[in-house]
């Protein structure tokens, strides 16, 4: 091989290793700004949930200040103050169900597309309930927003074909009118047990007319045009049925919470704590109170730029403000959000935000409650949910870890803002500490609603929270129990207890 060969080779040999070594330093470059922008991603990251974990903090001493906000704003609704949030609704209900209520009785649970009618054979203290049956019926589209009169119509033809179906194990004494409890779960203002104006129609109902008319008087036509003979006894709240329905089953029942779409309590109120009655005092001594308590609204409550958005965003701005922060038609929108927020700021989910996260509602409640219990040592079922409902096919473990911790910090501080109302409750009623007398006296909850019920890790929370309030002593006379469909029983139970047959059984 000639010298020139030779210099040649070296050249090329050397131009190779040149590039090799240059090509390496582009790859380490390459390598390094990866790593800078994982590093800026993980950093972006952390910030945004530590930002929501500060804004989301419920601990012990806001909630006390929570719970005695909840109480001052109690005794100003009881004052009928201007502009009090919370309305504290005369339910007109002053005899709750004992138990030695007898007879045949009819519910009609009106709150939404669907409506039940129910009727019970009660047997006194000792037999209760002797039997139950109920039909669910769906409502036709077009009656929704058509006339009163059509939609009175079909409820009362088909609370009369119910009727029709009464067996043999149901008895109506000779010479006595059927009775109905009315659950109406729209807003009304009530005017005695068995009468109240409707305020006005939510739910996707538009009715021409029956704003500002007895919703009684107009069931009560359309049962007469059915040539049905039966008599309104209560017209109720969905809460204060629940409350009947808890205290039949259980005499220490001084309360009722729902907690599941939307949100409300009810509880059994002192008359003479009513400076806004007027009337004459209930013989009881007692008025049970539909608070109305979604509408609960406090400087206290720790308000994030997710629920100042969410709350701009929605169809009633600066209403409800309680209840979408606890109730379970908001939270996974919550979660949605600060999951969209870490997304666009953090690639959480890659480059792309995905599309289906963008959009209002997409994450349910019940998407996230499936997601948070989630036990799996990959959080393969969290991922599922991911895919399935915000179309993200491949999501990396810190991401689905990330999404679970979210998910924990939305249902931890709703579970812990509803055990502040319902000690606010308690407090109101000086059920909050053990009884002088150390008497054993138990105080009841029933809790109502499929957030409480499905969602474990709320229930949970909720309950944790409510002893570490009252403390131990307080709280190990205090019970928190699930009184399942109690509206629905409790309408039949409070027509019972409010019978005009009463006084004479």
Not at 150 to 158: C, Q, R, V
């Given at each position: ?230 008599k309104v006894a209560a017209l109720v709240n ?131 409650s499936a997601m948070h219990h989630d036990t ?130």
């Amino acid at each position: 091989m000639g010298k020139g060969a030779v210099v040649g080779t070296a050249v090329v040999v050397c131009a190779a290793a040149a590039a090799a070594v240059g090509a390496g330093v582009v790859v380490s470059r390459r390598r390094r700004l990866r790593r800078e922008a994982e590093d800026e991603r993980k950093r972006k990251t952390a910030a945004v949930i530590e930002e929501v974990e500060q804004r989301f903090a419920t601990p012990t001493a806001l909630l006390r200040d929570i719970a005695d906000a909840m109480v001052e704003e109690m005794e100003r609704g009881l004052r009928a103050e201007p502009h009090a949030p919370l309305k504290m609704l005369i339910s007109y209900v002053d005899n709750l169900p004992t138990g030695d209520e007898h007879g045949l009785f009819y519910a009609l649970d009106l709150g939404g597309t669907n409506f039940r009618v129910i009727r019970v054979q009660l047997g006194g203290r000792e037999k209760r309930v002797v039997k139950q049956q109920y039909e669910e019926v769906s409502i036709p589209p077009h009656l929704m927003v058509g006339t009163s009169t059509e939609l009175f119509d079909f409820i009362a033809a088909e609370l009369e074909k119910f009727v029709r179906t009464e067996g043999e194990d149901f008895h109506l004494p000779d010479g006595k009118q059927r009775e109905l409890g009315f659950t109406f779960s729209f807003p009304v203002h009530q005017t005695s047990i068995s009468s109240g104006t409707l305020i006005k129609w939510t739910k996707g109902f538009s009715i021409n007319g029956t704003v500002g008319d007895d919703v009684v008087s107009e069931l009560s036509r359309a049962m007469e045009r059915q040539g049905l003979d039966m008599k309104v006894a209560a017209l109720v709240n969905d809460t204060v049925g629940t409350l009947a329905g808890g205290r039949y089953v259980d005499n220490d029942v001084v309360a009722a919470v729902i907690l599941g779409t939307g949100t409300n309590a009810a509880y059994v109120e002192h008359a003479t704590a009513i400076p806004k009655w007027s009337g004459q005092l209930p013989r009881s001594g007692n008025m049970v109170i539909n608070m109305e308590w979604g509408n609960f609204r406090s400087d206290k409550l720790p308000c994030s730029e997710y629920d100042k958005a969410l709350d701009f965003e929605s169809l009633n701005p600066g209403e409800q403000i309680y209840e979408k922060m606890i109730s379970g038609m908001y939270l996974g929108e919550i979660v949605r959000r600060i999951l969209l927020k870490l997304a666009h700021d953090a690639s959480l989910f890659g480059d792309v935000v995905p599309p289906k996260l963008e959009q209002l509602f997409t994450l349910r409640t019940p998407d996230v409650s499936a997601m948070h219990h989630d036990t799996s040592h990959d959080l393969k079922h969290l991922g599922a949910k991911l895919k399935d409902i915000l179309g993200i096919p491949d999501t990396s473990l810190e991401a689905r870890y990330i999404t679970l911790h979210v998910c924990d910090l939305v249902a931890e501080r709703g579970a812990r803002l509803a055990a502040a109302g319902i000690y606010g409750i308690l407090k109101k009623l000086g059920k909050d500490k053990l009884p002088s007398d150390f008497s054993q006296q138990r105080t009841v909850v029933a809790m109502d609603g499929g957030l409480y019920e499905h969602y474990k890790k709320f229930g949970a929370c909720l309950e944790a929270t409510l002893i570490d309030l009252l403390g131990e002593e307080a709280a190990s006379s205090v019970v928190v129990k699930l009184a399942n469909d109690g509206s629905g029983i409790g309408a039949a139970l409070l027509a019972a207890s409010h019978s005009q047959y009463a006084e004479a059984a």
